[in-house]
């Protein structure tokens, strides 16, 4: 079993950045290919990116793509979500996913077997 923790969530202006950090216990994150979602308020939960079990391969969606970075330190069982110039619709809650899939990229939540509880990011124009 793996339990996943995310952090760094906040209020921020336009333009602002921030990380979001997604640590894990119970179980290595190493074999795993991880997720990061996001859900807005009154909206489905969506795809943001992925990165594979190496962090040699990232996938991002095309509302995210040149504006997010997703990495990870498999030393620290943490993977990790860069997002620069943030927008007033980046605002939600922000899920890091592990995959047990078989599309280490899926951008399906159902791929994804592990979930953490989320973190608020709230971006004010």
């Known amino acids: 079993q793996v339990q996943l923790v995310e952090s760094g969530g906040g209020l921020v202006q336009a333009g602002a950045s921030l990380r979001l950090s997604c640590a894990a216990s119970?179980?290595?994150?190493?074999?795993?290919?991880m997720g990061w979602f996001r859900q807005a308020p009154g909206k489905e939960r969506e795809f943001v990116g992925a990165i594979s079990w190496t962090g040699g391969l990232t996938s991002y969606a095309d509302s995210a793509k040149g504006r997010v970075s997703i990495s990870r330190d498999n030393a620290r069982n943490t993977i990790y979500l860069q997002m620069n110039n943030l927008k007033p619709e980046d605002t939600g809650v922000y899920y890091c996913?592990?995959?047990?899939?078989?599309?280490?990229?899926?951008?399906?939540?159902?791929?994804?077997?592990?979930w953490g509880q989320g973190t608020q990011v709230t971006v004010s124009s």
């Open positions: 996913a592990g995959n047990t899939g078989s599309r280490w990229n899926s951008p399906s939540g159902r791929e994804y077997t592990y």
């Open positions: 119970g179980r290595t994150l190493s074999s795993l290919a």
